[in-house]
């Protein structure tokens, strides 16, 4: 069974520095692309950051330049840097992962559990 544990979340300031982790466990053939989505107060789950198998990133227009996302596939974990932190990035963080997770090719997605990650101003 394959299991997706975040770590790293907390308390900041506004222009802070944050690196959230998630790391991957189970029987896992490949990682097509790992992201990671926050949900604020109030609000839905938006999509934050994604890396995808052959390094390729994508970001929220919100967090661009500010946010970095990396990976170490010997790991199977994947990372948030997150600088020049604003109270308006305070959300629960989530992990997700899309995984191949047989030798036939059989894929899969999962969740983390979320952090907490909450900004002051």
């Known amino acids: 069974q394959v299991q997706l544990v975040e770590s790293g979340g907390g308390l900041v300031r506004a222009g802070g520095s944050l690196r959230l982790s998630c790391a991957a466990s189970?029987?896992?053939?490949?990682?097509?692309?790992m992201a990671w989505y926050r949900q604020g107060p109030g609000k839905q789950r938006e999509l934050v950051a994604t890396?995808?198998?052959?390094?390729?990133?994508n970001y929220a227009d919100s967090v661009k330049g500010r946010f970095s996302v990396s990976r170490d596939d010997a790991k199977n974990t994947v990372y948030l840097q997150m600088d020049s932190l604003k109270p308006e990035d305070t959300a629960v963080y989530y992990c997700?992962?899309?995984?191949?997770?047989?030798?036939?090719?059989?894929?899969?997605?999962?969740w983390g559990q979320g952090t907490q990650v909450t900004v002051s101003s």
């Open positions: 189970g029987t896992i053939f490949s990682v097509i692309r």
């Open positions: 997700n992962a899309d995984l191949t997770i047989s030798a036939w090719g059989q894929t899969g997605v999962y």
């Open positions: 890396i995808f198998s052959g390094g390729i990133t």
